[in-house]
């Protein structure tokens, strides 16, 4: 008798984790292996976030709060929407979970039901596929094209709804591309959406501040599908603060109240430290605050460098991202090739070669839904982004 449940057993293991943790134990063995397969920004929490959360220590915030949130946190997000995106929101609107992936599986546990269809461009956030499928849902992968900045169309997303579609999932900027939706595109994809009754949108913003662009703008900003979209945010990467395991969703009220009831049952409310800290993040205006432009500027200095480094590779096509601290390149052209032992058929090829070749960890594109490219992270210092991208370079060209 199988012990486990098919739940469990037909689950996929994070391939972002999994690289990581090879990573991990190839270094532990004494290799001198860069990492370029985590996303995580490689900068400390900012100082006033801090002294937020040693406040609240002292202050005995340490016992049950309530499950969405404390409501000092909840308005502060409520702000945070009307001073960066121009969203009006009211905190009962608004669930404060352990991480925005927990978020993002409340909400298909909440929308979904088996057999309900959810549309996710290709390539996606990993987990984004595997959360539908616990849920019993039905995943249509739209795919896009790098020549598009891998960003779906309204006439593919047209395409590719049926009577049976509950939610479309995306995120701008993209994890894996970088790549962000503009104004004008978000709306086209607005207006597809609003012909269709009982389809939701769930927008993905955790990358936010992490944008070279200019405005970021959510697609929440538009009134003809305002009251079917799920905005998933929260502290991770914009402030540095991925332990902290802070996420958030604002959301239309019926649908944040299912998500506090789930939410109440499997972990009560997220960290009560955490949340206090959090408060203080959601009060520092990215538009002024040092820590936060100081981080995009670097962020956006290494990604130049990378670029002009993977530009320089032969076979491998790339875009420059415009947001988040990714590259996504093309390196099918590579496919079928190969070099001692090792035969390059595929992506998971690809990048399990340049981590024992190479000694530099990425992460295979099939994750994300797309085969012919890898993921590779630039959150880290410009040093070791030259030296992995030396060695990256150095590897490819062996492969005949």
């Known amino acids: 008798m199988e012990i486990l449940s098919n739940r469990i057993l037909n689950m996929a293991e994070s391939e972002t984790l999994a690289m990581t943790a090879k990573a991990r134990e190839l ?53 945070k929407f009307k001073r960066d995106n121009n969203l009006d929101f009211k905190p009962e609107q608004i669930v404060v979970s352990t991480g925005a992936k927990q978020s993002i599986y409340q909400l298909v546990q909440c929308l979904v039901n088996p057999g309900d269809e959810v549309i996710i461009p290709t390539p996606f956030w990993v987990s984004y596929k595997e959360i539908v499928r616990v849920a019993e849902g039905k995943c249509v992968y739209v795919k896009t094209k790098i020549e598009n900045d891998f960003k779906v169309t309204p006439q593919q997303l047209e395409e590719a709804i049926t009577p049976r579609t509950k939610l479309i999932m995306f995120s701008s900027p993209s994890n894996p591309t970088g790549m962000l939706y503009t104004k004008d595109e978000l709306k086209a994809i607005a207006d597809v959406v609003a012909k269709h009754d009982n389809i939701f949108i769930m927008a993905d913003e955790i990358y936010e501040h992490i944008n070279f662009v200019g405005k970021h703008e959510s697609i929440a900003q538009f009134e003809n599908v305002r009251d079917r979209v799920i905005t998933v945010n929260g502290v991770a990467k914009g402030f540095a603060m991925t332990g902290w395991r802070i996420g958030f969703i604002a959301a239309p009220t019926v649908i944040a109240k299912a998500c506090n009831k789930l939410q109440g049952q499997v972990t009560s409310a997220t960290c009560s430290i955490a949340q206090k800290a959090t408060v203080c993040a959601m009060l520092m205006d990215p538009a002024t605050s040092p820590d936060i432009i100081n981080m995009r500027n670097i962020f956006q200095k290494r ?46 090829d690809l990048a399990m070669y340049l981590l024992n070749e190479a000694n530099v960890a990425t992460v295979m594109g099939s994750a994300f839904g797309d085969d012919n490219c890898i993921r590779l992270s630039y959150a880290t210092s410009e040093e070791l982004l030259v030296e992995a991208l030396r060695r990256i370079k150095e590897a490819l060209l062996k492969l005949q």
Do not use: W
């Open 303 to 348: 990604r130049d460098m990378v670029y002009k480094l993977l530009c320089d590779i032969p076979g491998v096509k790339v875009r420059l991202p415009q947001g988040a601290f990714y590259f996504f390149p093309e390196v099918s052209s590579y496919y079928g090739k190969s070099y001692g032992e090792y035969k390059i058929n595929n992506s998971t």
């Open 27 to 79: 270094k532990a063995q004494g290799k001198d292996v860069i990492s370029l397969s985590i996303g995580e920004p490689d900068f400390n929490t900012p100082d006033a976030v801090k002294e937020a959360a040693k406040k609240a220590i002292d202050d005995n915030f340490t016992h049950y709060p309530p499950v969405p949130g404390y409501p000092d946190l909840r308005e502060a997000i409520c702000t």
